[in-house]
T-cell receptor, first 112, second 115 residues
Framework: SQKIEQNSEALNIQEGKTATLTCNYT??????LQWYRQDPGRGPVFLLLIRENEKEKRKERLKVTFDTTLKQSLFHITASQPADSATYLC???????????FGTGTLLAVQP | DGGITQSPKYLFRKEGQNVTLSCEQNLNHDAMYWYRQDPGQGLRLIYY???????QKGDIAEGYSVSREKKESFPLTVTSAQKNPTAFYLC??????????????FGSGTRLTVV
């Protein structure tokens, strides 16, 4: 069956360092992959979308890579700040219907 | 400002009751979705609608019903047949994610508790 895996353990890093979050998937060939940020008690907020024919995409301090051979996406936040502390979700499309399937998310905690 | 409004923010339901969660968007998006989020689990799709007067079941539709009479509105009814309704419910809308660089826009959610 289709499966998306994100590290369930929280990621703790020091302010100013680069945070790297991983999203792995199996039994799946998505046309694109998305990353979202979710704060406690709030809805997710869209951050970035990367397509299967793109290797890397950047937006300000954010960088996403997409390796369809490894079936993996990496999400990087450079020069991290305490305000970046949140849960980050990856999501993949299911094909023609444009429905998304979401991972469970990884909690990032940036220590001052 | 454009966005999605979910109401109420908190909802309490007695056993055997049906309750309806509201979702309204003014983004002119064609597609709307309902997800359920439980601790330690990813968002799970309940229902989705790609166009007015049409909707399809998602992965966990049993015990839920929806309607899409207007482009702006996609209410979700949690019926008494839903055995474990306590959860955080999220409504979302999108243009067509596969054809744009914009993802889903989510509402702020409704937390439903069975009492």
């Amino acid at each position: 069956s289709q499966k998306i895996e994100q590290n369930s353990e929280a990621l703790n890093i020091q302010e100013g360092k680069t945070a790297t979050l991983t999203c792995n998937y199996t039994n799946y060939s998505p046309a694109y992959l998305q990353w979202y940020r979710q704060d406690p008690g709030r809805g997710p907020v869209f951050l970035l979308l990367i397509r299967e024919n793109e290797k890397e995409k950047r937006k300000e301090r954010l960088k996403v890579t997409f390796d369809t051979t490894l079936k993996q996406s990496l999400f990087h936040i450079t020069a991290s700040q305490p305000a970046d502390s949140a849960t980050y979700l990856c999501a993949l499309d299911r094909g023609a219907t444009n429905k998304l399937i979401f991972g469970t998310g990884t909690l990032l905690a940036v220590q001052p | 400002d454009g966005g999605i409004t979910q109401s109420p923010k908190y909802l309490f339901r007695k056993e055997g009751q049906n309750v309806t969660l509201s979702c309204e968007q003014n983004l002119n998006h064609d597609a709307m979705y309902w997800y359920r989020q439980d601790p330690g689990q990813g968002l799970r799709l309940i229902y989705y609608s790609q166009i007015v007067n049409d909707f399809q079941k998602g992965d966990i539709a049993e015990g839920y019903s929806v309607s899409r009479e207007k482009k702006e509105s996609f209410p979700l009814t949690v019926t008494s047949a839903q055995k474990n309704p306590t959860a955080f419910y999220l409504c979302a809308s999108s243009i067509e994610p596969g054809r744009s660089n914009y993802g889903y826009t989510f509402g702020s959610g409704t937390r439903l508790t069975v009492v």
